[in-house]
């Protein structure tokens, strides 16, 4: 079972210097006349061990608990009380063989609590006394006029203080926060769902959409491979088609050259008639009447055999023309 080893005091209402208070593990007095502090040191155990309410400890607000000054003294900026407990059967949950409890005032009514000189919060300071059966607002502290309420108080009333002095209802206010924890677990666990569902759903669409577009994406390279295939095809087609058309060419070029061969044969032949008929009439102007009728016969064959040459070369050419179109 812990018990306190000691209690430190200073700018606590009347404890203007640093006060220390070695206690034994049995029992402790103390005694002294009346407006000594007696009271004051029982308002300090209830301040340090976590109490809220101010007029709990006989004061009007919480500035009321810094000392105020006198004549020997002069007004305290803050005001602490350290408590110290025995640790040596671990009922608290932490190595150390001395727990110290401290609660600093501030000027502006703000509290700070520490465990063994760590900055703590008042529900880790409530957590740890706890665990050995120590409340703040229970009867582990019993104050004037307590027994005269108990003894007055009904029977239900009665029966939850002594499950508190037992340490039965520590057990009850750790059940009853569980409780509240999983009420607010149930509900935001509810907010998950509720959450979880919508990301479901969107998901899902996201998973359709993704679908879509892989499928719109394969679909896109299919087109493109068909529409390759196709200006392949056409590509070799033309292709085809434009060696034909090379050959057609090719064969039309030879017919033409070889027809224009003809037409320079066919002019060179009239070339040479035209020059035999010139001689001819050089020759008729120089001969008598009879070498000159059997040379205008002659003359008129070969004017017969030109207007032949000049028809087939017309011919010829026109031929070659149609080829050219």
Known sequence: MPHITKLVMKGFKSFARETNMHLDKNMNVIVGPNGSGKS???????FVLGRLSIKSMRAAKASNLIFAGNK????ANEAYVEIIFDNSDKVFAL??????IKRILKKNGQSVYKINNETKTRQEVLELLGQAGIDPHGFNLVLQGEIERLVKMPADDRRKIIEETAGISVYEMRKNKSLK?????????????????ERTNYLRNLENEREQALRFKKLE???????????????QERKKELNEINKKIELKTKEIN??????????AEINSLNETIKNISTTIQKSSGLEQDSLIDEISFLKQEIAGMTARKENFENREKKSNT
């Not at 004051?40 to 209830?46: E, G, H, S």
């Not at 020997?72 to 007004?75: A, E, G, L, P, T």
């Not at 509900?187 to 769902?193: A, T, V, Y």
């Open 40 to 46: 004051n040191i029982t308002d300090a155990l209830c």
């Open 72 to 75: 020997h003294f002069k007004k």
């Open 95 to 100: 190595t150390e063989k001395q727990i110290k």
């Open 181 to 197: 924890e999983l009420d607010k677990t149930n509900e935001r666990l509810k907010q998950i769902n509720a959450v979880l569902k």
């Open 221 to 235: 390279e299919t087109v493109k491979k068909c529409k390759a295939s196709i200006i392949n095809k056409n590509i």
């Open 258 to 267: 070889k027809k224009q061969e003809i037409i320079n044969k066919t002019q």
